[in-house]
């Protein structure tokens, strides 16, 4: 009898995990910035891709991805004289940090046809690639000056996010889902280095706008 029940549990989880599984593919839109810098910069615009699996169980679910992650922000210094006054001249620095990351999300969905969902999550990530551009114009406007370098080796590799995500989707066929997410990504680790932003204690933050499809692995 014992044998019997624990084989009939073994069945129906397998049935649940086996009745509750979506790959998901996701393209959004960023705003990107840092906090804790000396002045306010402003944000940069960056790429979001990912690709995840989600196991549900009833209305819970669990996923976990790849992703990459455009980050960044935008320093802008305008030249004065020895008055105080503004020459017109000015800098823009833009650094641009490219993430792999592995996003692990656990959410709620209600609904059927169309429905609602939220995650929260943590995202451990590595940093692959990181660029400074700096380009510097004259009081008329023109450039004046642009170079860009690749700052990989200054800033700290490793980086680890919270997410809160909200969204919603329509099933336009048994297998098939479209949806849409608003994501705020917030680092609890710093991204500065003991060789760049070394006074500042700068996190990434993040808001991202994202589509998505979703195809059912099996029937749910």
Do not use: C, W
Not at 5 to 27: G, M, N
Not at 47 to 76: C, M, P, T, W
Not at 188 to 201: A, G, K, P, R, W
Request: glycine share 8%; charged share 15%; proline share 1%.
């Amino acid at each position: 009898m014992k044998k019997t029940l624990f084989l009939l549990i073994i069945v129906s989880t397998f049935q649940v995990s086996v009745h509750a599984q979506q790959i998901r593919i996701i393209s959004g839109l960023s705003r990107t910035n840092v906090s804790s810098f000396a002045t306010i910069p402003d944000t940069k615009s960056g790429l979001y891709l990912e690709v995840n699996y989600a196991y549900f169980i009833k209305n819970y679910s669990l996923s976990a991805g790849i992703s990459y992650h455009q980050r960044g922000f935008i320093d802008n210094v305008v030249f004065k004289d020895e008055f105080g006054n503004e020459t017109g001249e000015k800098a823009t620095s833009k650094i641009s940090y490219d993430y792999l990351s592995l996003p692990i999300k656990t959410g709620l969905y209600i609904g059927k046809k169309i429905y609602g969902f939220g995650y929260i999550g943590v995202v451990p990530s590595l940093l692959i690639n990181a660029k400074l551009n700096t380009s510097v114009y004259d009081a008329g406007g023109q450039l004046d000056y642009n170079d860009t370098n690749n700052m990989t080796n200054s800033f700290t590799k490793f980086d680890i996010s919270a997410l809160t995500e909200i969204g919603g989707g329509y099933k336009i066929q048994d297998k098939y889902r479209v949806f849409t997410s608003i994501t705020f990504q917030q680092s609890l680790t710093t991204v500065t280095s003991e060789d760049f932003y070394s006074n500042n204690n700068l996190r990434h933050y993040s808001l991202t706008f994202s589509i998505g499809l979703s195809y059912r692995l099996s029937k749910k």
